[in-house]
């Protein structure tokens, strides 16, 4: 590679007639986990959404702004949605799972590709999206680990298989 860089400029100097100079590669910025775990969900951005529930929070979901699912989801190309189970053995690691997603907004009728889930958000009958373990991307809303999907809306959930926290990013 670097003899064809080489070549390269060589022979755009005989082109130009004059000289010219490869650039000089640019070193990759150092990369810091300061605040890992996060302390919070992050404010979501133009392309993407973070939720957080904490092991505190197990049995009782959070709701995810449907505003971001519709805005990311409900189009031509879905989102991608990550779900991680953080910290459930107290080292540190995420234990996740990937999917993409795919909501019409006008029947809340989904699908995802991850296990071909599909389902019916607010049809009184709850349907996980994906889950990671003891984490769920939910339909149904929980409350001191009673479910129930009555309204329309999505969740994220940490269940009682392990003691974790989890997180879920909706990504456009």
Request: net charge negative.
């Amino acid at each position: 590679m670097k003899s064809l860089t080489v070549l390269a400029v060589a022979v755009l100097a005989a082109m130009t007639g004059g000289s010219v100079q490869p650039a000089a590669a640019q070193a990759a910025p150092d990369v810091t986990f300061e605040g890992y775990p996060p302390a919070a969900d992050p404010t979501p951005s133009k392309d993407r959404i973070t939720v957080r529930v904490t092991k505190s929070e197990i049995g009782t979901s959070r709701t995810v702004d449907d505003r971001y699912l519709i805005a990311f989801c409900a189009d031509l190309d879905g989102c991608t949605v990550r779900i991680g189970m953080y910290n459930w053995d107290n080292g540190g690691q995420v234990a996740s799972r990937e999917t993409l997603f795919f909501l019409n907004s006008a029947n809340r009728k989904w699908r995802a590709s991850a296990g071909d889930t599909a389902g019916t958000d607010g049809d009184a009958v709850i349907q996980h999206v994906i889950t990671a373990y003891s984490c769920y991307f939910t339909d149904g809303q929980y409350k001191n680990r009673t479910g129930q999907d009555n309204t329309a809306g999505f969740e994220l959930l940490s269940w009682t298989n392990y003691t974790a926290e989890c997180w879920l990013t909706i990504i456009d």
